[in-house]
């Protein structure tokens, strides 16, 4: 037979694909929409991790395809922002030309993987007619009052000098460079993504996410409750309300202190108290709010009076300190010293009674050193005893808003979105300062605002970006009231573009909408988006806050983008270091396509490890794979002119394989596919050999299977065994038959008096008698004495008594 020629047959199907696509939307198919996070362009090219993500969605896609979809499966550039810029700074060209050189070559490798990309639908965010719609995104904000503009202390990257955004900012480090954050003092503008806080917490639930990913998301948005609750005063009629977050310590609460500015602070005092609290007061007023804070010991005076703790009715004194500020919260707290250090401390130096109420095992601890701060289990706190005090923080304010004794607070983690960048490569921020009119957003028909060429795109560090530099584009006139004005400077971050490309791909020449109605209706949402995990708060929570403004917009009708998220693992170097230029430990694909084949590298890929984990790389093992292929082309050209009748075994054999292949598919366990693909080859060449032959359906079902994993040489196999058209076209994913897939022979054991003597293999449908005879027969000699009864429980035992 012919052996397998990887090059030949590579290049045959990737032209004939070309000539005639496979995946045809002819209107009458559901669509899927199967997307990849877009990658940067940098200089550095392709290495074999980056495959990785692109082949598992490919795989994806022609496996849905293969089940009637018609694809959604685009491709695109993600190219303004710092990698960019930096790298064209370094090679010293302008980051135009860099970034259209490495688009041109990151898109020649990226067609060596033979996905089923739709070209057509191509968008490159740093192209006006795609960041026109950026730039009017930005505007529609602006108009809808989520984009401001505020002076405020932002983290600052001394070494890419520029803002940064919290989410970029990683263990005090730039996300990018690994230099220290600084602070610095600057106007920027904001969006607003705390206004959708609440939804972007609650639609979580919507979507088919790995646990991991949605829990990173809810603890970055850190909604937390506390509660306001008031204290009545012991023989009085008014009550002191306290802002407090942890009131599940309610029960621990032995004092209270409040602000010397509280309006009812010096009302408080008694007869014998009453020149001291005016004291304290009176200095107390001669102190800033910083000194009081940094003030290491605590200072205070007691009122004479008494409050009411309302869980317990417990009398507990009120103090005044000024280590409570009156503009923060009710200017008056609840102390509760077990659990909270500056309480503990108030406490120790003023011999108050402290209560512990949350330990970590249950147990009370009679001599605190210190204040208990972490969550726990709860003591001396009455109904709550033993519950967990995370449960209690929630309980404990509901049961205070029913007895109209206070009511619950909110707060969030999550800060407005820092939005300059102090720098060229970004998308302009459409905005005219005008003396007279304030911010006026360029108006909607003059965008794009094309960033303008400059001699220098160098970063000033001044806080200024390099555009300020250009007279003639900063100066302009107010669009409404045409006086000279001046062009905003700074530019979007790098998430401007990739929080909305997604929906650009389906309708990606319209110069009238972001996306049309129509399209959008048809096309979108994304029903499987595959990439890394390092988004996870950064792009992945931006594109939702995007999607529901363009919700609430009108320009969508879903509120979330991704349906479902994939995240894949890296593929790194040897002993799990990650892969980069600088370590020397980039494996590049292109020399392993053309000693092994596209289609090998692809399946070698999956084989390395687990998707969803890490997985180190070692070239070795690709062998193994392409050793695979080659025994597969063999079995089929082998065989495919046999004209065999299958036998029973190798029904079972087909329909055991379609449903191991598909589940394990399913559950995207594709790294095992691939080592089934293996087995069932070898299963099969034994049965070939056994038989002198194999059936050309089986055959057929083989090359269906493994067409995504590896198309080319299914295609070749499949037009081999004599069909016209396509693999993926005319064809479908085969159907198991569960019932087929059953043994028809099982083993069984044969005991004498509940001892097993032997073993016999019988039909799985045979009767009681024949099962029994059968039985007897294998024992032979072994049987003696006379039989008393005789057991057969189907499937699994036979026993015969005997005395
Ligand atoms: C009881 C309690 C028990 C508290 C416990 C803490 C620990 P953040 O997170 O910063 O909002 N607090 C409230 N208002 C205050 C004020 N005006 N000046 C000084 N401290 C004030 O902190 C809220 C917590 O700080 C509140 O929760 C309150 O003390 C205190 F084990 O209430 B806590
Ligand atoms: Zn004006």
Redesign the pocket.
């Known amino acids: 037979a012919i052996p397998y020629n990887h090059k030949e047959i590579e290049k045959k199907w990737t032209k004939k694909w070309e000539e005639d696509p496979i995946n045809v939307n002819d209107g009458k198919k559901p669509k899927y929409y199967c997307l990849d996070m877009f990658p940067y362009p940098s200089g550095n090219g392709l290495h074999v991790g980056h495959w990785r993500g692109y082949v598992i969605s490919d795989v994806w896609s022609r496996y849905k395809m293969m089940k009637g979809y018609y694809i959604i499966h685009p491709m695109g550039w993600d190219a303004f922002g710092l990698p960019a810029e930096n790298y064209a700074i370094k090679m010293g060209e302008h980051p135009a030309k860099s970034t259209a050189d490495n688009i041109n070559r990151i898109r020649e490798q990226i067609k060596q993987i033979a996905a089923v990309y739709d070209w057509d639908m191509e968008v490159n965010t740093t192209d006006p007619s795609f960041y026109k719609w950026t730039q009017w995104i930005f505007v529609k904000m602006f108009k809808a009052g989520l984009a401001y503009e505020k002076e405020m202390p932002i983290n600052w990257c001394p070494s890419c000098k520029t803002g940064l955004a919290n989410e970029e900012v990683v263990n005090g480090c730039c996300e990018r460079c690994g230099a220290p954050v600084t602070k610095k003092n600057l106007k920027q503008w904001m969006l607003k993504i705390t206004a959708y806080a609440d939804r972007l917490l609650n639609d979580l639930d919507k979507l088919d996410w790995p646990e991991k990913v949605k829990k990173m998301q809810t603890d970055w948005i850190g909604k937390s409750y ?1 509660a306001e609750i008031d204290f009545q005063v012991d023989g009085r009629e008014d009550s002191i309300r ?5 009131p599940d ?1 309610l029960y621990g609460a032995t004092f209270m202190v409040l ?1 010397p500015e509280h309006a009812m602070a010096a009302g408080l005092a008694t007869a014998e108290q009453k020149k001291a609290v005016d004291d304290y007061i009176f200095q107390a007023s001669m102190k800033s709010n910083v000194d009081r804070l940094q003030d290491k010991e605590k200072t205070g005076v007691f009122t004479g009076s008494y409050a009411i703790n309302p869980i317990n009715g417990a009398k507990i004194p009120i103090w005044l300190s000024d ?3 009156a503009d ?4 008056a ?4 010293p077990a ?2 250090e500056r ?1 503990f401390d108030f406490a120790k130096k003023f011999g108050i009674p402290i209560i512990q109420v949350i330990s970590p095992d249950g147990k009370e601890n009679s001599d605190l050193k210190e204040a208990y ?1 972490n969550p726990g289990v709860m003591i001396n706190s009455g109904e709550f005893n033993g519950m967990n005090s995370e449960e209690a923080k929630a309980k404990v304010p509901d049961i205070m808003e029913q007895r109209g004794l206070g009511k619950k607070t909110t707060q969030y983690k999550l800060r407005d979105w820092v939005f300059s960048r102090q720098r060229y490569w970004g998308e302009p921020i459409p905005i005219v300062h005008c003396e007279k009119c304030g911010c006026v957003p360029v108006p909607e028909e003059e965008l794009p605002l094309l960033l303008p060429d400059v001699e220098s795109y160098q970063p000033t560090g001044t806080g200024e970006s390099p555009l300020a530099a250009i007279d003639e584009w900063v100066n302009t006139t107010c669009p409404v009231c045409g006086r000279p004005a001046k062009r905003e400077t700074n530019t979007m971050p790098q998430w401007a573009g990739s929080s909305w490309y997604f929906l650009r791909y389906v309708d990606n020449k319209n110069d009238k909408e972001l996306v049309s109605k129509e399209k959008a209706d048809k096309y979108l949402p994304v029903d499987m988006y595959i990439g890394g995990v390092e988004h996870a708060v950064l792009h992945l929570l931006y594109s939702r806050f995007y999607t529901k403004f363009l919700y609430d917009i009108g320009v969508v009708d879903f509120d979330e983008p991704f349906k479902k998220l994939f995240n894949q693992g890296m593929i790194t170097g040897k002993n799990g270091i990650k892969m980069s230029k600088s370590k020397g430990n980039v494996v590049s694909p292109d020399d392993l396509v053309r000693d092994y084949g596209c289609d090998s590298l692809r399946m070698y890929e999956l084989f390395v490890g687990p998707p969803e984990l890490d997985s180190e790389w070692d070239e070795r093992g690709i062998d193994g794979v392409n050793r695979f292929l080659n025994r597969f082309w063999n079995l089929v050209m082998d065989n495919k002119d046999a004209d065999m009748t299958p036998t029973k075994e190798m029904e079972k054999l087909r329909h055991k394989m379609i449903y191991d292949i598909t589940t394990r598919l399913e559950s995207f366990s594709l790294n095992t596919v691939v080592s089934g693909f293996m087995e069932y080859n070898n299963k099969m060449i034994d049965l070939a050999k056994k038989n002198g032959g194999m059936d050309k359906k089986t055959l057929e079902t083989a090359v269906t299977l493994l067409a995504p994993f590896a198309p080319h040489i299914c295609e070749e196999l499949w037009s081999q065994l004599g069909h016209e058209t396509s693999v993926f076209v005319d064809n479908t994913w085969p159907e198991c038959d569960e019932s087929k897939m059953a043994d028809d022979e099982k083993e069984i054991a044969v005991q004498m008096n509940g001892k097993t003597r032997c073993v016999v293999t019988l039909p799985v449908d045979i009767d009681k008698e024949s099962a029994l005879k059968a039985g007897k027969e294998a024992l032979g000699d072994k049987l003696s004495g006379t039989i008393v009864k005789e057991i057969y429980v189907p499937g699994r035992i036979i026993n015969i008594v005997v005395k």
């Open positions: 506390g306290v802002y407090t977050t942890r310590t602000a280590y409570v500020l923060y919260g009710t200017g707290i609840m102390c509760v659990h909270d309480d701060v």
